[in-house]
């Protein structure tokens, strides 16, 4: 597993490329290599070990207040300084792998524009905006990585697809 010492997105990242490049092949491997397709899936777990282990960093770095609200998801009672906006938006920004399991390039960068899109709503309070337009950094982040052209493994037969993959298909089609 690449290392995550650090908050930083790299070793995350690192995960991503080397999944992306797996999937890219898969297609034209022998049929021995895709039969041990699963053992390689093991990138993914990785990747959503690295993504808790620097969310928990990431977290340590909120205020008592804050934390509180990030944990229960609810409005900040106070201004927050840009310093505490920053710590916010980069926790809700650390990338998740396992949209690459069934979110292409463009429908990643697609659902970055909508969740950033959302943030725009007046409506939300503060701690929801950065919320929003952490995920969009963390989708664009993947996407930077692995291309807008990645494409993901075929969807098991018969499975539903996620909300993200339901939206991002949908906004494809305005």
Known sequence: MPDATSDSDEAILECARQYACLVAAFPYAHRDFK???CMQMLLLE??????RLVK????RRLAGDILGSVKARRKIKRKI?????????RYY????ISRLATLS???LSGSADLTEGWAQDKQLDHRSMIELLGWSDGM????DMVGLNYMPPPSPVGSKPPLFKFLATKMRRR
């Open 35 to 37: 039969q041990s397709f």
């Open 46 to 51: 990785q990747g959503d070990q690295l993504t």
């Open 56 to 59: 928990r960093k990431r977290r």
């Open 81 to 89: 300084s840009k310093s505490e906006a920053e710590a916010i938006r």
């Open 93 to 96: 920004a650390t990338p998740s």
């Open 105 to 107: 390039g463009d429908e």
């Open 140 to 143: 664009r982040s993947l996407v």
